[in-house]
């Protein structure tokens, strides 16, 4: 999908300060680990992050001029992160939702009664701003 070459472009657009981007740029890794800590960043709302929406994901990777990237992220967002179809198609009464990068250790679980109590307040609140590709926090 989205070339890590422009990691740094992204993680300006994305309001990460160019000082949090040296820091990622000293450790350890190639461009690859950059991005994906710079994702990491911007997740946690370092420095003048404020939102962390797919559709801002998508408008920092259009500016950084992968235009293909960008109209690439709304079909790959709705396949790989429905949580209705998780849900639907699996028999798992629990899942795993944290892994640590580091130790890949499991960090947490959510049980399918928490998911779908989720889902139902999404549907009951009809909000443009609570989407299935919404973060959840429990």
């Given at each position: 999908m989205f070339g890590p070459v422009s990691w740094e472009q992204l993680?300006?657009?994305?309001g990460i300060y160019i000082t949090t981007l040296n820091v990622i740029e000293k450790e350890k890794g190639?461009?690859?680990?950059?991005?994906?800590?710079?994702?990491?960043?911007w997740?946690?709302?370092?420095?003048?992050?404020?939102?962390?929406?797919?559709p801002t994901l998508i408008k920092a990777v259009r500016s950084t001029g992968d235009n293909a990237a960008a109209d690439?992220?709304?079909?790959?967002?709705?396949?790989?992160?429905?949580l209705r179809k998780l849900v639907r198609e699996s028999n798992y009464f629990e899942y795993q939702c944290l892994l640590s990068n580091e130790t890949q250790l499991l960090e947490g679980f959510l049980?399918?009664?928490d998911i779908m109590t989720?889902?139902?307040?999404?549907?009951?609140r009809k909000n443009e701003d609570v989407t299935e590709e919404s973060r959840v926090f429990f």
């Amino acid at each position: 999908m989205f070339g890590p070459v422009s990691w740094e472009q992204l993680g300006l657009a994305l309001g990460i300060y160019i000082t949090t981007l040296n820091v990622i740029e000293k450790e350890k890794g190639d461009s690859t680990d950059y991005l994906r800590k710079t994702l990491q960043q911007w997740l946690n709302k370092v420095d003048k992050v404020k939102d962390t929406r797919w559709p801002t994901l998508i408008k920092a990777v259009r500016s950084t001029g992968d235009n293909a990237a960008a109209d690439r992220m709304p079909n790959a967002i709705k396949k790989h992160s429905s949580l209705r179809k998780l849900v639907r198609e699996s028999n798992y009464f629990e899942y795993q939702c944290l892994l640590s990068n580091e130790t890949q250790l499991l960090e947490g679980f959510l049980t399918r009664k928490d998911i779908m109590t989720s889902l139902e307040l999404i549907d009951a609140r009809k909000n443009e701003d609570v989407t299935e590709e919404s973060r959840v926090f429990f």
